[in-house]
C-alpha cells in the first residue's frame, strides 16, 4: 500500500491566517514557490490572498507565479479548490471535498479550466491563468476556495512501518475570497443547522458523529459548540464534549465527533448541540439509534472491548436445579447406605 503524504516542513497544509483564512504556504526544501497577482480590484491591502470584489456578468482571472527554484525541471498540477470545514475546526482547502447541498454554485464551477497541468523548467518561473465568468446577477455572500499547486515531482520511496512505502510530495495553497459586494462578509450571517448524527470514526477516534451545517454562503469564525449524547431514559449524558474558537466554511458541513473511551452500546439516544457564534446561539435536539453492526464497526476501529454479559436467568435456574438433583441423589445414597449396612455381631 502507498500513502502519499504532503510535506510541507513543520508547516501545516492548510489555510488559516489570523481571520483571514488564507495563507501563503512556503516549504522548506520544496524547491518552488507561489505568489499571487494581485490586482486593483483586490478588498483590503493583504497581498498573499485573493479577496476580491468581482463585477457581476464580467470575466475575471486569477493569476498566480510559480517560480521552480530548483535546479530540475517540475511538473506542476494547479487546481481551483472550494473551501469546507474540517474534523478539526479549521477550513481546509484540498481538491476532492464533499460539498454540502446547500452550495449551488461552487467556486470551481465559475471556471473553465479548474485544473491545469503546468511544466516549469529549473530555475524559471511561468504565469498561471485560471479564468473566471463572474454570474450575471452576482451572487450572496463569498465564494471561498483556494488556488492548489501540486508538485508532482515525487522523491524516492521510504522503507515505512508494515512494508508500507512513503512518498513525499510539496503543496502550496493561495486563498481565494470572492464576492461582488464588498459589504458581503458584514450583512451576510451564518445560519447553522444540525446534519445526519450516526456511530462513526474519523482517522484514529471515534464514537457519535454530529454533522453541524452552514447553510449560509459565509464563514464562521469563533465557534462554540457543546454537544451531549443521552442515553433514551438517562438523564445524565453518556458522551459529550466542547470546543471552542472554532471555523466553518460557507455552505459546508461539520463533522464533530463526541468521542467515547467505552464500548459503545447499541441503544437509542438523544444528542443537544448548543452552538454560538457572531452573538447567535443555536439550540439542537435530535433522536438517533446505533445499531449493533455499526456499534461493533466502531468499536472493534478503537480497539474497545465489550464488556461481558451477565448471565442470563435461566443459568442460574439450571445451576441451581443441578444443585437440588446433587442433593437430592447424596442423600439418597446416605440414606440407603445406612439402611441397608449389616447390623455389627454381638458377643
Excluded: C
Excluded at 470575466?59 to 481551483?80: G, P
Excluded at 459589504?183 to 454533522?211: E, Y
Excluded at 474558537?245 to 444528542?271: H, Q
Amino acid at each position: 500500500m502507498k500513502i502519499l503524504r504532503f510535506v510541507l516542513g513543520f508547516l501545516a497544509l492548510m489555510l488559516g491566517l489570523s481571520l483571514t483564512h488564507h495563507q501563503l504556504v512556503r516549504a522548506e526544501g520544496a524547491g518552488f514557490s507561489v505568489a499571487p497577482l494581485i490586482g486593483s480590484d483586490q478588498l483590503n491591502t493583504v497581498t498573499d490572498y485573493f479577496n476580491l470584489v468581482a463585477t457581476p456578468g464580467r470575466a475575471r482571472d486569477l493569476q498566480v507565479q510559480i517560480d521552480n527554484t530548483s535546479d530540475q525541471a517540475k511538473t506542476f498540477t494547479v487546481t481551483l479548490t472550494n473551501a469546507a470545514s474540517q474534523a478539526n475546526g479549521e477550513i481546509g482547502y484540498e481538491p476532492g471535498t464533499k460539498l454540502d447541498a446547500s452550495l449551488k454554485q461552487p467556486l470551481s464551477s465559475l471556471s473553465s479550466k479548474p485544473e491545469q497541468e503546468v511544466k516549469v523548467p529549473a530555475g524559471q518561473s511561468q504565469i498561471v491563468t485560471i479564468p473566471l465568468q463572474i454570474p450575471a446577477g452576482g451572487f450572496t455572500g463569498v465564494k471561498l476556495g483556494g488556488i492548489y499547486v501540486l508538485d508532482q515531482s515525487v522523491s524516492a520511496a521510504e522503507s515505512g512501518d508494515s512494508g508500507i512505502s512513503l512518498n513525499n510530495q510539496f503543496a502550496m495553497i493561495i486563498g481565494v475570497q470572492l464576492q461582488t459586494d464588498e459589504n458581503a462578509v458584514v450583512t451576510t450571517k451564518p445560519d447553522l443547522r444540525l446534519g445526519q448524527v450516526s456511530a462513526g470514526t474519523i482517522d484514529s477516534s471515534g464514537g457519535v458523529i454530529v454533522n453541524l451545517r452552514n447553510v449560509a454562503p459565509i464563514f464562521v469564525d469563533g465557534m462554540t459548540a457543546t454537544v451531549k449524547v443521552t442515553r433514551k431514559g438517562d438523564e445524565k449524558p453518556t458522551l459529550t464534549r466542547t470546543v471552542k474558537d472554532w471555523s466553518m466554511a460557507p455552505n459546508s458541513s461539520l463533522p464533530l465527533t463526541v468521542n467515547t473511551t467505552k464500548e459503545l452500546k447499541a441503544e437509542d439516544y438523544d444528542v443537544t448541540v448548543v452552538a454560538k457564534a457572531g452573538g447567535k446561539t443555536w439550540n439542537f435536539t435530535e433522536s438517533f439509534s446505533i445499531k449493533a453492526k455499526e456499534a461493533a464497526k466502531v468499536n472493534k476501529a478503537l480497539g474497545l472491548t465489550p464488556t461481558p454479559a451477565p448471565p442470563s436467568t435461566w443459568i442460574w435456574y439450571l445451576v441451581g436445579g443441578l444443585g437440588a438433583v446433587i442433593v437430592l441423589l447424596v442423600g439418597g445414597m446416605i440414606w440407603w447406605w445406612r439402611r441397608n449396612r449389616t447390623p455389627a455381631a454381638t458377643a
